[in-house]
C-alpha cells in the first residue's frame, strides 16, 4: 500500500516498551477482605488477634497499605510456646507415614491455592513461585517417611523457632520450617514483614493439609527483638536465623547467655564472583550475566571476573547486550543516594561505565551499569551498592581468577563460565563459597546442601545434611536452658594468671615440667610463664607452661599455612596418619593412663581402659576418611550435582575435664580426618594427659602446625581463640560465662559454634557419654561444611 512502512521484527523489539501488567491481585484480596485486612498471629491451629496489641503495616510497591498484622507480646509468645510443646509430642508419636501424608496434601492444596499465593507474595515484595513451595513439600514428604530408617540415631529438638529478617526471601525463611516440621519438630515461625502474610497463609494452608493444631504457629511483630524475645522462652531448643548480617549480629548478642543453640543464614547481600575463564561460552556467559545481575531484586550481589585474553571480547558484548535497556526499579527511594555515591567513587579511582541509558536526574530507577577496570580493593567490589551495578575486574592466570574469586569476605556462591571440564572442576574445588554453578547460575534446588562459608552464615540448609540441624543424638539430652550470667565482655579472659606457691611439695622429687607443643615443635609459652599441676591430694605433679594470645596466634598462623595442603591430601593419606598416631598412643598408653590415674584420681585399670578405648577411637576415625564423600543428587532439571563434604579450615577445641584423654583423641580424630588444622587447649583441670599426649604427636607424621596444643587459663586463651580472624569454628566446652561470651563475642567475624557448659550438663545428669560410638557421627558433622556443585548437561 502506498505510504506505508514495513517493520521487521528487530524493528519491533527495539521499540517496544513495557506493556500494562496483565496480572491481578483478586485471589488475594479476597482472603485479605476475610481477614477484615487485619490479620492476627497463627496459634494453636487457627487466627488469634488478641486486643490492645500494636499492628504493623504491610505495603505494596507504590507504598499503598495491604493490610496490618498484630504485633506479638510476651503473653504471645507464652502462649504459642505452651500450644507448641503441648502438640509436639503428639506429632513426633505419629509414624513416620503419617507425617509425610500431611507433607503430600500440603502440595496438593498448595498447588490448589497457587494463585492466591503467588500474588499475596507479589503484594508483599516478596515473589516466590508456587511450585517451588510445591517441590520443597514433596522433597521433604520423602525424609519425613525414611527419618526413621534412615537416621536411626537421630532424635528431634523438640520446639525449634525459625526467624526471618524483614528482607528475607520466603523461600529462604521455609527451607528451614518445612524440614524442622518433616523432622517431627514443632516449629514457630517469625517472619520479616515482606514475608508475614504469605508465611501466615501457608500456617492456614497445612492445617487444611491435616497438620495438627499447635506443631505450626506464625508470629509476627515490629522489629527483629522478637525473635530474641521467642529465643529466651525456656521451651523453645534451637533456632535458626535467615536474613542480613546486621540483624543476624543482633540477634546473636541478645539471644546470648540463654542456652539456645542458634545457627545463622546469612545469605543476603553476599557478594559472588562471576567468572569468566578464556576456555567459555563468551555469548553464553554474557548473557548469563545480563540474566543475573540486572534484577529488580537480587538476593545476592556479583562482582564479574574476566580473564584478560577474553576481556575485549566480552566488554564488546556487554556493551551491545545492554544497549537499549531499560531503569531497573531500585528497592527503596534511599538506595540511590548509595548508587549514585559508588559509581561516583569508582569513576575517581579510574573505571569506566557501560550504561544502557543515561540515569534519570532523580527517582529510584538506575540503569544497568558494568564499571570496568576497578580494583579489588573498591569499595564497589568490597560491597557492591544495592542497585543493577556490576564491577568488572580482570585476571590473568586460573590461579589468579580463583584467588579473585576468592576475595570476597563472604562465600555464598560462585559461577564459573568455562568449556574445559577440568578446569571447570579445579576451580569448583578451590573456590571457598557454598554453592557452584558452571556455566550456569542461581540453580536451587532443596536436595541441594546450602552451606554458608565466612560471613555467609554458619547454617546447612536443604539436602540431608540440612536435616541434621533440626535432630540431635538419640544418646545424648537436650542442651540445657539456663539465664544470662553479668559478663564483661571487653574484660573477659583479660586477667593475668595468679602465681600460685605450691604447698605440700616432695623435696625429694622436682615435679617435671612439660611444655606446649606449637607448629610441630615443643615449646616454652612466650611469656616464659608456667602453672603448677596439682593431684587430687594437692601435691604438685609437674609445670605446665601459662601460654596467651601469642601463643594462640603462632599456632593459628602454622596451622593457616599447612592446612590446605592438609585438606588436599587423599583421604587414604590422612587416614595412614591417624594409623601412625594410634599407633604411637598404643605404644605410650601406660604413661598416659598413668597421667590419668595421678591427675583425675581414677584407678590404673580405669585409666588403662580409657586409653585403650582412645587408641580404638583413632582407629575408627581412620577409617571414617574415605567412607563419608558425599554423592550425586538426583535433581527435576537436566543435569548432574554433586554434594560435597570438606573441611572448615582452623578449628579451636576447648577441652572438657570429663574423659580427657578420650574426648581429646575423639575431637582431635575428627577434625584431621576431614582435612581441619586444630588447635587444641587442654582442659585447665586435668591438663597432664593431654601433655603427654603431645610426645604421641612428635612421633607422628601429621605435618606441622596441623596440631597445636596450648596450656594455660582457659578463659585466657578462649578469648584469643574468639577474637582471631582465621579461626573458623571453635568447639567449647567449660563454663556457663565462655559459652555466653562466645555466643556475644563470635558473629563478628563470624564463627562456627559447638558450645557446652559442663556445669549445666552436669546438672543434667553427668554430660556427655564419650564412649558411645553414635558420638562420631555428631563430631564429624561438626567437623565439616557441604559444598554443592551443579553441572549442566542441557
Known sequence: MAGSTTKTVHDIFQSMEYGPSSSSSSTAQSWLDQHSRSLGLFIDGKFVSPTGRQSRTVTDATGGSVCTTVCATEDDISASMSSATSAYKAWNDLSCYQRAKVFLRLASVLQKHSQCVSELCELSQSPTSPATLVRLAQYYAGWAQIRDTSMPDWTPRGVVAVVGSDDCSLYSLWLKAIPALAMGNAVTVIPGVATALPSLLLAQLFVEAGLPSGVLSV???????????????????????????????????????????????????????????????????????????????????????????????????????????????????????????????????GATLIQSCTPPPSGSAYPPTVLCGVAPSCACVVSPPPGPVLPLLSFRSNAEGVTLGNHSPHGQAASIWTEDLTLALECAKSLSVGSVWVNSHSIADPSLPLSGRKESGTSTDGGREGLYQFLRPTQSPPLPRSTPSSVDYSSFGSAESRASIPEGADPSSIPRSYQQFVGGQQKKADSGCTKSVSGPGGAVLAYCPDGGRKDVRNAVEAAAKVQPGWMKKSPSARAQSLYSLANNLEKRGRDIATSIHKQTGLSLEEASKEVELSVFRLYDLAAWCDKERGGVQLLPQSGSALSIPEAIGVVGVILPDRKPILSLVSLLGAAVAVGNAVVMVPSEKYPLPSLEFIQVLVDSDLPAGVVSVITGGRDQLTHALANHSVIQAIWYWGSKEGCQFLQHSCCSPLKRLWLHSEEEEEKQGGGRDWTHPSLLEEIWREAVVWKSLWIPTA
Open 219 to 349: 508470629l509476627t511483630g515490629s522489629d527483629m527483638s522478637l525473635g530474641a524475645q521467642v529465643a529466651q522462652n525456656s521451651q523453645v531448643n534451637y533456632l535458626t536465623y535467615s536474613g542480613n548480617k546486621q540483624d543476624g549480629e543482633m540477634l546473636a548478642k541478645q539471644t546470648a547467655g540463654w542456652g539456645v543453640p542458634v545457627s545463622y543464614s546469612l545469605s543476603l547481600s553476599s557478594v559472588c564472583p562471576l567468572i569468566i575463564f578464556e576456555s567459555a561460552d563468551i555469548d553464553s556467559a554474557v548473557d548469563g550475566v545480563i540474566e543475573t545481575a540486572f534484577k529488580k531484586k537480587r538476593e545476592w550481589r556479583w562482582v564479574l571476573c574476566v580473564q584478560e585474553s577474553v576481556w575485549d571480547s566480552v566488554v564488546a558484548r556487554l556493551r551491545l547486550r545492554m544497549t537499549g535497556m531499560k531503569s531497573v526499579p531500585l528497592l527503596a527511594n534511599s538506595d540511590r543516594a548509595v548508587v549514585d555515591a559508588a559509581v561516583q567513587e569508582a569513576q575517581q579511582q
